[in-house]
């Protein structure tokens, strides 16, 4: 069956309009909201109320090591840091990826250590490319990476 031009063309444009809403890795929908800049090393996650280090670490090659930085971290004024979850790390590439409006200068490189369900933690990074009017993501494992700790 032939389908009028006209309503091709409008179907089109609703799916663009719609865009494809992107997951994180628990399949829940990423949260798009800004960060701001506290002033004090931390940016805040002004949706979750989630802190993030705006610094991260200098690389490290074992989890064990990446998990003791993140426990024993005091930065600003706050000693309860951890490593992030998996998902966690996709919803922060996710709204720096977005490049929402945001006053938080945390720049992304390199793999970062989370506390994924894998055995012993995993470290890596999050690769954006287009898809379907919005973005798609690939977690590539690393052999090292830096933490980027967050709270609570």
């Known amino acids: ?8 063309l409008h179907i089109t444009l609703l799916l663009v309009m719609l865009g494809c809403a992107a997951t994180s890795p628990s399949g829940t929908p990423a ?27 200098a690389p490290f090659y074992s989890w064990e090591q990446a998990r003791q930085y ?6 600003g004024g706050y000693t309860d840091w951890r490593l992030p979850s998996r ?13 929402m409006p945001s006053d938080c200068p945390i720049l992304e490189y390199g793999g970062y250590w989370s506390t994924s369900n894998q055995a ?25 990476g830096a933490v980027r700790a967050v709270r609570p």
């Open 70 to 75: 993140a426990e024993t971290l005091a930065l």
């Open 87 to 99: 998902g966690e790390l996709f919803e922060l590439h996710d709204l720096l990826a977005l490049k």
């Open 120 to 144: 012993g933690g995993g470290v890596g990074y999050f690769d954006t490319y287009p898809l379907c009017g919005d973005s798609g993501y690939e977690y590539i494992k690393t052999p090292n």
């Open 1 to 8: 069956m032939r389908y009028p031009s006209g309503l091709c």
């Open 31 to 57: 949260i798009r909201l800004a960060l701001r800049n506290l002033g004090n090393g931390i940016c805040q996650d002004t949706a979750t109320g989630r802190m993030w280090q705006i610094e991260a670490s």
